[in-house]
Structure formats: C-alpha cells, structure tokens
C-alpha cells in the first residue's frame, strides 16, 4: 500500500464512519473497486484510531463535563448508561471475532444489509416521534442501543446507523441520536484499536513489502486522513440530520447496494 491509498482509505474511513452508510463495507468494498488486496481488518482498526481521536477531540467538552461529574449521581448515571450501551457489542465482538473478519466481507451480504439497513432507518425514524435529549437517556434506553450496535458487526449495517436507528428507536431527537452515536463510539472504537494492536508484528507484515518504519507511517498517514475527514463528517452530519433526516443516506445505501449486488458479487 503506497501513502495516496492510505490518504485514501483514511477519507473513505473518516467521512463514513459517522455517516450511517458503513465504513466498514466501503472499507470491503474500495480494494475491489481500485483492483487492490484487501489490507485486512488490523489495517481498517488503525484507520478507526484516526475517528477515534475526532470523536474524542470534537467531544472533549462533553468527555471533560462528564469526567468532572463521575462524583454526582448524575454523572455516574451517564457514565452508566455509555457502558451499558457498549458492553454488548463488546461481547459478541469478542466471540465472534474471527468470523467478522474471515466470513463477513462477501459483497453479496454486503448489499443486502446497505439495502435493508437503509430502509429499516429511514421507516424507524419517519415513525418515530422521539423529541428526547441527551439528557433522557435512561440505563435501559442505552441498554437497547447497545443491542442495536450489535448490528454493526455485519459489514454494511454501520455502526452510526444502527445506533441512530436504535436511538430514533427509544424516542431521542435525531441530533441527540447523532450525537449519542458518535459520544458512544469511542469506547468500543478504543476496545477495537487496543486488541488489535496487541498484534502490532502481523499488522505491519500485513501492509505488504518493506521495511517496519515505511508500513507505520503509512498507517500514520492513513489514522490522519482519518482523523481530518472524521471532523468534518461529525460536524456536518450534526447540522445535516436536524433540519433534512436520513433520507438521502438510505438513497445512497440503495443505489450502492444494488452496484455491489450485480457488480461484484
């Protein structure tokens, strides 16, 4: 992998990791349209370091607020509810691991869940009434949008759309939805990034030939790329779903699901 295509892979990374159009099935789906290898899901983990660092660094008042309230029971409610609405895609993760990254990058069940999971969002959040704020997430709401972050595991499902989905779900707005789907990201993002890089040795061997100190600044250049694009789709996505919805994501999931369906499967 040379560094134009780690640049990118790092602006396809960060401009869909937070759009609810899975990263991870345009991360499957770009070395196939480029005629490349698949660099592998260590590679993809190394990208989500860059949104991880957006998401932290674009939230770092709300990380900071949250911190200084632990001692209240206020803070330790939400400090509750962030762990419960990531414990269960930890878990299955953890289980599942090697089928996730072996069985689950085929293009065909790539398209049907783009398909599926773009029309299930949009049906969910015309229904949905939901005017809640951050504020009104309860244990148990969060609890249901962590089983809703399960979904995310399937290439083409997308982390930000499932937990949007799941958060339109229980009544949130859809900023507040937004909003609570990038703040809950950073946790398991962080729990993807550390277990990977438990096995630093076979993610450089994975970048292909050269030397150890080329393959990690190509990484380093791709987790930058990641970072710059992730900023911007956190904040222009925040603005976006307020006034016009997801409609136009769910065209987009289509149109992209049927490509894949009759182009590359």
Request: aromatic residues 10%; contains cysteine; positive net charge.
């Amino acid at each position: 992998m040379n560094i134009f295509e780690a640049i990118l892979f790092g602006a396809v990374q960060g401009l869909t990791e937070y759009l609810p159009i899975s990263s991870s099935a345009h991360l499957a789906l770009l070395p196939r349209f480029l005629g490349r290898p698949d660099p592998g899901l260590s590679f993809d983990v190394v990208l989500h370091l860059g949104t991880l660092a957006a998401t932290v660094l674009f939230f770092r008042r709300e990380w900071l607020s949250l911190l200084k309230a632990l001692p209240t029971r206020e803070g330790k409610r939400q400090a509750w509810s962030i762990a419960l609405a990531t414990l269960p895609a930890l878990m299955t993760a953890a289980v599942f691991r090697s089928v996730i990254a072996e069985s689950l990058r085929g293009p065909p069940l790539i398209a049907g869940a783009l398909i599926l999971g773009g029309l299930v969002l949009v049906l969910v959040d015309r229904w949905s009434r939901g005017r809640h704020g951050l504020e009104d997430v309860t244990p148990r709401r969060a609890l249901i949008v962590g089983f809703f972050q399960c979904l995310a595991l399937v290439p083409g499902m997308s982390r930000s759309g499932s937990t949007i989905l799941g958060a339109r779900a229980v009544g949130l707005s859809r900023e507040a939805a937004a909003r609570f789907s990038f703040f809950i990201s950073a946790p398991i993002t962080a729990a993807a990034v550390a277990s990977e890089l438990l096995h630093w040795p076979e993610l450089l061997a994975s970048m292909g030939p050269g030397s150890g100190l080329q393959a990690g600044f190509t990484l380093l250049v791709g987790a930058l790329s990641a970072f710059v694009f992730g900023w911007i789709a956190i904040s222009g996505l925040i603005r976006w779903v307020s006034r016009v919805g997801f409609e136009v994501f769910a065209v987009y999931r289509l149109a992209l699901g049927i490509v894949v369906l009759f182009w590359l499967s």
